[in-house]
Structures are given as structure tokens and as C-alpha cells.
């Protein structure tokens, strides 16, 4: 048992810190298309091509309003969610098992 509620609590970690660099890397995102980065840079590409298929499931249901696009704010908003419910479910889980 110990074996699995130190998985699950090493899990909680990973997920922790997972969530909170793609954090980061939208708001990355959203700080280079408020300036004019060259669409070729490597970097430029990276958090384009990391961030823009979530965000484009959102925009399908959020379209761009008023010239704002509130598709970053939606998706940080959920996983702050997700991070703040699925990492205290792991922990109290390995808690429980442990």
C-alpha cells in the first residue's frame, strides 16, 4: 500500500508542476501576441504550436469579442481549476491509502 499512496502522491507533485509551467507558457503566449515576435523563431513557434490546440477548442465556443480574445483567460481559469481539485484528490488519496 505504501508503494501506491507514494505513487499517487508523486503524481500529485508531477501534475502540480506540470499545470503550473503550462501556465506560464499561455501567458508566454498571450505576452508575445501583444508584440510583434517573428513568427519564426523557435520559441515564438514552440508556445504557438504547444497552446493553440486547446485554445482553439475554446475560441470554437468563445469567439473573439470586442477584439479581445478571452480564450488564454478561459483556459488558465480551468486549469487552476483542475489543479486546485485533481492535486488535493491525489494527495488525500495517498493520505488515505498510506
Known sequence: ?????????????VINIVFS???WVILGRVIISW???DQYNPIVRFLYEITE???RVIRRYLP???GFDFA????IMGII???SFLV???????????
Open 1 to 13: 500500500m505504501f508503494i501506491i499512496s507514494n505513487f499517487l502522491n508523486a503524481l500529485a507533485g
Open 21 to 23: 509551467v503550462y501556465i
Open 35 to 37: 508584440v510583434n515576435a
Open 53 to 55: 490546440p486547446p485554445l
Open 64 to 66: 473573439v469579442m470586442g
Open 72 to 75: 488564454p483567460l478561459v483556459l
Open 81 to 83: 481549476f483542475l489543479q
Open 88 to 98: 488535493p484528490t491525489l494527495q488525500q488519496l495517498a493520505r488515505a491509502l498510506g
